[in-house]
């Protein structure tokens, strides 16, 4: 069975820094493009980065220069680490591993003083 564990969420400050983390189960994710997504409250679920097989990465323009992703095939695993965060960063944030249409249960990020 194939799954997606997200962590690495909570409270920060705006300003602040966190790093998710996204680690796969049951199946390999080195040959699958995988995705971060976030829902808001009363908003659609969107992306906000991707990273391809090959390690080609992509990002909302609402976090370019803020979020990189990352990832790791030897830990089967892919990071999201965000900088300079805002309140408007504030959703539940989701793995998604395209090759199979696996999403992990989310964590939640909250920017708050």
């Known amino acids: 069975q194939v799954q997606l564990v997200e962590s690495g969420g909570g409270l920060v400050q705006p300003g602040g820094s966190l790093r998710l983390s996204c680690a796969a189960s049951g199946v390999t994710l080195r040959f699958s493009d995988m995705g971060w997504y976030r829902q808001a409250p009363g908003k659609e679920r969107e992306s906000v980065a991707s990273?391809?097989?090959?390690?080609?990465?992509d990002y909302a323009d609402s976090v370019k220069g803020r979020f990189t992703i990352s990832r790791d095939n030897a830990k089967n695993t892919v990071y999201l680490q965000m900088n300079s965060l805002k309140p408007d960063d504030t959703a539940v944030y989701y793995c998604?591993?395209?090759?199979?249409?696996?999403w992990g249960q989310g964590t939640q990020v909250t920017v708050s003083s």
């Open positions: 998604k591993m395209v090759r199979y249409n696996v």
């Open positions: 990273i391809s097989s090959s390690g080609s990465p």
